[in-house]
Structures are given as C-alpha cells and as structure tokens.
C-alpha cells in the first residue's frame, strides 16, 4: 500500500499490479499517438496494466498464458502478409499501424553468484584475523592519532570506524577517498538520496535503519514494498548499502555519505523481466538521485552483452527526465573480469555510459590464481611500497577508480543483521558504492548538477596513480588509462571543484554515416585501418562543440572473435582500445552491430581524422572481414537554445546502413600498428603470448571497389572510397567453423597478472547516461535467449539464424560483481558441487520460473 500512495504522491500514472508470470503473459507495447491503450488492448483481448514505469506511451498488457505464441507479432505479420498479396490496394490503416515496438516479457534469472569463489575464501576463513595483524605493516602512530581526533571532532564513535581504511587510511597514508575534510565541513549527505539496485537492503539494521528511504524502495522480486533480503545470500546489497549511507551511530562503520537517504530495489534474487527491470531503473526517479549498480553481465572473457531496448530507453529517460530534468546518476560497477581478457567495452550496460563486469571463476586454474594473488599481495605489502597494484579490467570506457577488496584487507562495511558488520566485502561491487556515496556529498552542496557535470567533476578531479599503465595526457591536460580511467576518486577534491562548478550546456551530437569497409583484417601485427574526417562545419552544423562520450559501432566477420583488437585514434592523436584480444573468447562471429565506448576523449575538439584499426594479431586459420562501421561523438553543444534531447534509442539506431550515406570518403588502409600502446612493461601483450609472424595478409580483399592491399608496403593504399550502399545483409550466412586453437596465456603470464595485483585499485566506471548503445544484435552466448522483434522488420521470423544475425538477439544476465566478497557463511561450505545449481535451486523451490535459467 505505502508503495502505491508513495507512486500517487509521486503523480506517477502507471498502476503496479503485481505480476503473476504462471498464469499470463506479459507484453509491453510502444504505442504511437494513433491508437489508445484502451483500443489495444481491445482489440487484442488483453488486459491493460498501466504505463510502464516513467516510459511514456510504453504500455504493460496482460494475457492468459500461452508460452508459444506472441499473439502481437502474429498479428503484425499477418497484417504485413495481406498486405503483400494485395499490393496494389491502398492499405486500410489498422490498429495495429499503432504499435511501434512489441515485447513480450520473459523472466529472466539475473543472479549468478559467485559460487566458485567461496572455495577461495574458504581457504581463508579464520585467517582474516592473521592476516590484519602480521601481514599488514604497522600503523604509522601519527596517523593513528590523527584519525582518533578526526572522529572526536566528528562525533564518530562507531565501533569499526577506524577499521574502514577506504575513509582514513592510518597505515598506508593517502590511500583512501580522501572524505574526512569534506565532513568536517558539514557535508555528509543530507538531501541527497541513493539508491542500491541488488539483492536487498536490511531495513532493519540498526546501521541502515534512520537513513532508511522507504518511498524509493521495492522489492521487484517477492513483489513486496520492502527490499528485506530474504534468501541466505542476499546481503550483497546490504553491504554496499552499508558503504554508502551507514549512520553515525554506535553500530559498525559509517558510510561516505552517512546522513544520506538510502533506498533499496530488490531486482537480482529472482529472475526479472525487461519490463520490470525497466520500471526499476527510473524507479522514483525524481526523489531518488543516485543509482549504484554492482553487477552485470558475466565477467567470463566471452559474453558480449546488452541491455535490453526497454532498459536502455528507461536509462535515456532517467538521464533526460530522472532528478527533475537534472538526469539520475548510475553508477556501476566495471567488472572482475581481467583475468580473463575481459574489457568492460564487452558489456552493454557499463560501456554505453555505465559499466559493469562480473567474474566467473570456470575453472580450476583461476582458483589457483586468485589465491597466489591473494598471498602475493599479503605477502609482497601493497602498503609499503604505497603502490596501488590493479586487476581489473582494462577498458576505455572506465572513467574513474577507487578502493575495495585487496592486500590483505577489504571493505569494512555493514551486513544483514541489527548490529552485524561485515570485513570482507570487495571486488568492483565494492568500489561502486563508495562512488555513489561521493556523488552523494557533491550533491549535497549542488543539488542542481546534472549527470553530465558530474561526471566532468569526475574527470577533472581523479588523482592519475602513480602506477606504470598506457597512460596518455588528453588534450585537456587530463591523463587517462584503460586500467585506471582518470585515476582514482578524491572526493574532497571533487566536492570543492564541485562548489563553484560552471555547469555544462546541454548535451548534442553528431553521428558520421555507416563507413563501408569491406575488406580482409590481414593477421599479425599489421592493421586495418579506416579513416573518416570530421570537419568544423559537420560539429557546427551538428551544435557539437567539445566531446565527452564517443561510440564506435562496427560489424566485423571473423571465425574467431577472440583474435580481434579494435583501436580508435582521435585527431589529437589520443587513442582508445574499444576492444582487446579475448583468449577465451571461442565465439564463431566477429562484433554484429556490436558498440565501443569511450571516455579517453573527453574535452577534446573532435575535428579531423578520426581512425579506427582492426586487428588480427592471432596468425592463424581464423580470419574475417571488417564490413562497416558507424562514429558517433556526443558532448557539449554549442548553443543551448537549439539543443534538442537526443531521442529515445530504438533497436534501429544503426541498423540502417543504407541511412545517409554521405559522400565521405573511407580511406581503408594496411599499417603498421603497435600492438598495443605503452603497456605496463612486464604485462602480457599479444606478441609475447600468442604467434605472430610479420607476414602481411595477402588474401583477396572482398569484392567491392577497395583496392588490394599490397604485401609489401606498410602503407599499402589509402585510396578514397565513396561508401557503397551495401546493406548488412550482405553478410554471409555462415562461416566456417575452424578448429580453435586456444592461445591460453601462458602461467607465467597469469602469475604475472596477480602478482602484481596489489590489489587496492579497483575500477568503477560511473557512467551515467546511456546513449544509444545499440548493441542489439548481439551475438549469442549460451544464456538467457531472448528475442523480440520490430515491428517494421521486414518479415522477422522468429527462426533467423540467417544473415549472419543470429537469433538470440536479447540476451542477458545479471550478476553480483562479487569477486571477493562472497564469503558469506552459507556460502562457504554450500558449495560442494557445481556451483550454478545453487542459485537454481532457490528459484526452483518457488517455482516461479522454468526458462529464466539456462546454463
Ligand atoms: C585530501 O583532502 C585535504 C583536505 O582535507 C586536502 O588538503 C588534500 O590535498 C587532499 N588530498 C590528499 C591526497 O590528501
Ligand atoms: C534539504 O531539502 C529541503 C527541502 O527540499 C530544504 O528545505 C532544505 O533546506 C535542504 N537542506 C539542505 C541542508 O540543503
Ligand atoms: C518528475 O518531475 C517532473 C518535473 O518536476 C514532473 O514533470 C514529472 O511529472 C515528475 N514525475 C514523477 C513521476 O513524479
Ligand atoms: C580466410 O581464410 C580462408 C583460407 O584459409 C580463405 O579461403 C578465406 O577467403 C579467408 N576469409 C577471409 C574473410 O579472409
């Protein structure tokens, strides 16, 4: 009830009636202005559920359940078909003309814990103790006074306060967020609200309980209005709730924003549907400012994954319309999965404009790897080289860093109980709410930012580490790393760059035509590489003065994708690696449609030639071709008073390739290209682990005018091509499946990547906004397939394994970025056997899903 008076006082339109996916289906329907909800929902017989969420004109419909039929689509096609057979006719509208998009709801399973990482922890249970006491250096005395006075003046007399190192290091000085002087400033979160979207949040711990924001919290899952973690494992969200907004009080720690309002939206316990997932992101979206996110797709080195087109239009609404107009923030997490190869631009949801990666621990070896990291890092003292070591992963869409699990500690935060704490608590799941709690100070003296300010306050104000890393300085005299971002969060220098902050003008963009390609990736260690010219009158004519965001969006054949690298190089000459070398990445496919991001360019003017490389650096049976791709600049506009907002994305954001088709030329030409670009020396790179030969492709270029590249020069042609009109579906509908051969990174390689793991750092990327990151299309992996389709499609068939697109077009899972801190007790013996069974089991007792869990 208090949930349904909290969406009256909120004026909200949608009517919230529980769901009950046993009995019905659900669909959710686009309607332009030429039909009613009503009329719909008449003429197909269904029953009309309300709005969805704050999506306008997105409509939630009900009917008996029948698992095998999409009554809407059937309806489209035989529209479509009649309409064929008498084509001359003029066509009667029909109501069904009115539906622009058409999704039919599946619950999908969200969750996968960790399960594998409780074997790791176990390993340390009773050692944490030891590990605090021998294996950390003493505290230097100083500081220790230093933070006894600090909390003195503060009036902080919370028990493990001096245990939370993440806000005053007293050991290794410097090395936390930097928050004590901005409370002793007063600012500790007092209007500002955040919101944890997870597995719930014990409303009745004593360490929650007085910050408690019941009118922005829900429980997606059991369909109730408190968020009360209910399953012995859900207290992920507890903790990260903790990190945020724990009070000041006698119980455990304080959180970074601990006069905050924190709510709690239980989404990731049960499978979800898109629809319900979609009203959680714009949740009381105009009370609640920030969402922290920590979790995401698999951090396994091979999905490719995306949100689904409703949740991505709700993240576009939340950011237009969230906050009163200002845009909610999200903050999510980037993801554990280095390890792996992983690069947080594989996953949708933090690589549009928020990132998040999950870790999937798969394999014996991995174990073996985490626990030589753990000890090596005990053992080697992150803390007295004052180094902040790293494993996270490399990505070019990572804007800022901070601290969580590692070097013998992690964070100390609160747990699901009245009074229970928790000191395990880690991964990027961690580093992700102590971002949203910064957020939540800044906020506190500029209530009237938008989501774009701050994540300029971001950049502008992130510490570069003084840690070897493909550093490069950026045009605003800012520097950026893949692993690291701008560097790692100082929150007293971001709330004071915050104070006097000039807000920026609206957001505006230009998008380059489809470049069409279509030309052979020679392997080894030379390039693809394609060139497009952005001149002065494009931005101008575009109102698109300086540049925050960029997307590349580009379809790439290949037998396997793991062998594929993608570099953007800007006019400035700063370069982004949108993709890297995945070695576990086995995928017969190369990107369809597939979006990059990247922050690397952030301030820069953008006009001139922009490069994108392909390369191929596995010499092997595996090859491909690079058809096309799609610039997209976004950033701030030139004149505010003619700024529209960018339209909602729509699954055919980049499907036209037939669209505009300027007469900009594409200059596709072999070079020379360094592998990669000032790696951590001792990093594994690709020449040092996998085969490469100097050899030049000599293979036939595809059948199109672009000339052959010539083997011998390294600058083989760089002749103009107008861009054909060739449309995707020119792909060829097969490829040959090769035999693979696994380019393991060798154990040298692997001890390398953990031995230098101090493991302090870990990334978060706060990406707020999510432009249109079409990832739609995207290519299978064995999860969670879920298909929909549009509606102006031409004859879209559910069978369509054809034209190279494949059929699992939406497909996703959610999981806990809890690469270290799934060591609740439960969870460490629970384990004996494969460990996905164990989420299963949960959801099967209940009964409430049958197809949301595939493995
Ligand atoms: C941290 O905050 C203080 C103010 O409390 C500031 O003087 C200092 O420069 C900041 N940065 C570091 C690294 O301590
Ligand atoms: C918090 O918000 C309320 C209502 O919007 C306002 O009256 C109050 O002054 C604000 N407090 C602070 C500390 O900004
Ligand atoms: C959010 O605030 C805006 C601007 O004040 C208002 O137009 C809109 O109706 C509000 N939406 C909700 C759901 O409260
Ligand atoms: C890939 O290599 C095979 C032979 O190894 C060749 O027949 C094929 O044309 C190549 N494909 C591309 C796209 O280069």
Request: aromatic share 10%.
């Amino acid at each position: 009830m208090r949930f349904l008076c909290a969406l009256l006082l909120a004026g909200s339109v949608f009517a919230f009636r529980p769901r009950d996916y046993e009995t019905y289906d659900y669909y959710v329907l686009h309607l332009d202005q030429t039909v009613t909800p009503e009329k719909v929902a008449n003429h197909f017989g269904f029953a009309l559920d309300g709005q969805l969420g704050e999506l306008q004109d997105h409509y939630l419909f009900r009917a008996p359940k029948n698992q095998h039929i999409d009554l809407v689509n059937d309806a489209i096609r035989e529209l479509r078909e009649r309409r064929r057979r008498k084509r001359s006719a003029r066509w009667e509208p029909h109501i069904v003309d009115g539906v622009l998009l058409n999704q039919k709801q599946e619950l999908r399973q969200r969750l996968y814990k960790r399960e594998s990482l409780p074997v790791y922890f176990s390993s340390l249970q009773g050692s944490t103790e030891k590990l605090h006491k021998d294996e950390q250096p003493p505290p230097v005395d100083s500081a220790v006074q230093k933070g006894i006075d600090i909390a003195k003046s503060l009036g902080i007399a919370d028990p493990i306060f001096q245990d939370q190192w993440h806000l005053y290091n007293h050991i290794q000085i410097n090395n936390d967020i930097n928050v004590t002087g901005v409370w002793q400033q007063g600012i500790t979160g007092k209007n500002s609200t955040v919101c944890i979207i997870d597995d719930g949040l014990d409303l009745d711990s004593n360490d929650l309980k007085a910050n408690y924001f019941a009118e922005g919290s829900y429980d997606f899952n059991d369909q109730v209005d408190d968020p009360k973690p209910r399953l012995s494992d859900d207290r992920h969200g507890t903790r990260c709730a903790g990190e945020v907004s724990a009070v000041k009080n006698d119980v455990c720690g304080v959180g970074v924003a601990y006069d905050s309002k924190i709510a709690g939206i239980r989404i990731l316990s049960q499978p979800i549907s898109d629809a319900d997932e979609a009203i959680a992101m714009n949740y009381a979206y105009n009370k609640t400012q920030i969402y922290s996110c920590s979790w995401g797709p698999m951090d396994d080195g091979i999905a490719m994954e995306e949100p689904g087109i409703l949740i991505r239009r709700a993240m576009v609404n939340a950011v237009q319309n969230g906050r009163q107009g200002l845009g909610s923030i999200y903050v999510f997490a980037a993801g554990n999965g280095a390890a792996k190869d992983d690069n947080c631009n594989f996953d949708g949801y933090t690589n549009s404009i928020y990132r998040y990666r999950l870790f999937r621990i798969d394999d014996v070896r991995l174990y073996n790897c985490l626990l030589t990291m753990y000890r090596s890092v005990s053992v080697g003292g992150i803390g007295r080289d004052n180094k902040h070591p790293y494993y996270s992963e490399k990505c070019s869409a990572q804007l800022v860093v901070t601290y969580s699990s590692g070097a013998g500690d992690a964070i100390h935060t609160t747990d699901v109980g009245e009074n229970k704490c928790y000191d395990h608590h880690g991964g990027t799941s961690a580093a992700g709410p102590l971002v949203a709690g910064a957020y939540a100070l800044v906020l506190d003296v500029r209530p009237d930012l938008t989501w774009r300010d701050i994540q300029w306050l971001t950049v502008m104000t992130a510490l570069p580490l003084d840690q070897p890393s493909d550093w490069q300085d950026t045009s605003i005299g800012k520097r950026f790393s893949h692993q690291f971002g701008y560097g790692k969060l100082d929150t007293w220098a971001l709330v004071e760059a915050a104070k006097d902050w000039t807000k920026v003008k609206p957001q505006a963009w230009y998008f380059s035509p489809w470049l069409h390609v279509k030309h052979t990736i020679p392997q080894g260690d030379q390039g693809l590489a394609s060139n497009f010219e952005v001149t002065g009158p494009m931005l101008e004519k575009a109102n698109l003065e300086k540049i925050e965001h960029v997307t590349v969006t580009m379809n790439v054949e290949h037998t396997r994708r793991g062998d594929l690298s993608v570099e953007l190089h800007s006019p400035s000459g700063i370069v982004s690696h949108l993709a890297t070398t995945r070695r576990n990445d086995d995928t017969v496919a190369g990107y369809v449609d597939w979006t990059f991001m990247s922050v690397a360019h952030w301030g820069e003017a953008g006009i001139g030639t922009w490069t994108v490389i392909v390369k191929d650096t596995n010499v092997n049976e595996n090859n491909g071709s690079w058809t096309d791709w799609h610039l997209k600049l976004f950033g701030e506009c030139i004149r505010p008073t003619d700024q529209p907002l960018l339209p909602l994305p729509t699954e055919h954001d980049d499907d036209d390739h037939n669209a505009e088709t300027t007469s900009a030329a594409v200059s596709t030409t072999t070079v020379a290209v360094p592998t990669e670009t000032g790696e951590v020396p001792g990093n594994p790179t690709d020449h040092i682990d996998r085969p490469v030969n100097n050899k030049v492709s000599s293979s036939t270029p595809a059948p199109t005018s672009t000339p052959t590249p010539t083997p011998t020069s390294s600058l083989a042609m760089s002749t103009a091509v107008p861009a054909p009109s060739s449309t995707p579906t020119d792909l060829p509908e097969t490829f040959l499946p090769s035999p693979f051969p696994t380019f393991g990174v060798s154990k040298r390689t692997q001890i390398w990547i953990y031995g230098s793991i101090a493991l302090i750092g870990i990334f978060v990327t706060s990406l707020a906004a999510y432009f249109f990151i079409a990832r739609r299309r995207r290519l299978r992996n064995a999860r969670d397939d879920y298909e929909f389709e549009m509606l102006n499609e031409d004859d879209a068939d559910d069978n369509r394994p054809k034209n190279g697109r494949g059929v699992g077009r939406k497909k996703r899972a959610g999981e806990l970025y809890d690469a270290f801190s799934e060591g609740s007790d439960e969870e460490l013996f629970s384990d004996g056997d494969d460990g996905s069974a164990y989420r299963d089991h949960d959801l099967g007792e209940d009964g409430s899903h049958e197809r949301g869990v595939q493995r």
